[in-house]
């Protein structure tokens, strides 16, 4: 029981009409507040150019609460994102983010250091 515990620590239910639905939290590239409702956003199973939009009645701060701890950084104030899933870092503008699936996101000042901290890990050329 102790294993199955620990494997489901890699997942989250979000509620969905009839139930939930279990993701791998590894698998989501970002999240975005939508009034007091947020978009969880992950790679299509059918379609590789088009992401996976689900929208869940929970406010972005709920979902950082449980994500925060699993490597996600809020980078702004309506975007959670996963750092696996950074595409490009751009300096212009005070700092922009662009995820895979195409979104660009600025930088709140105050994250311009942790973020810098990641790219300083990622090996360059």
Known sequence: MDTIKTKMTSKIAIPILNGFEILNIQEIIRCE?????????????????????????RNLKEICGNLSKKGFIRIHHSHL???????????????????????KIRITQNKETLLHEIFDSVPKI
Not at 43 to 54: A, C, F, V
């Open 81 to 103: 994102i996963n750092p696996l899933y950074i595409k490009k870092v751009l300096k212009s503008n005070g700092g922009i983010i662009e995820m895979v699936d195409g979104m």
């Open 33 to 57: 507040a939508d009034g007091n409702y947020c978009k969880i956003i992950s790679p299509s199973n059918h379609d590789s150019n088009q992401p996976e939009i689900r929208i869940v009645s």
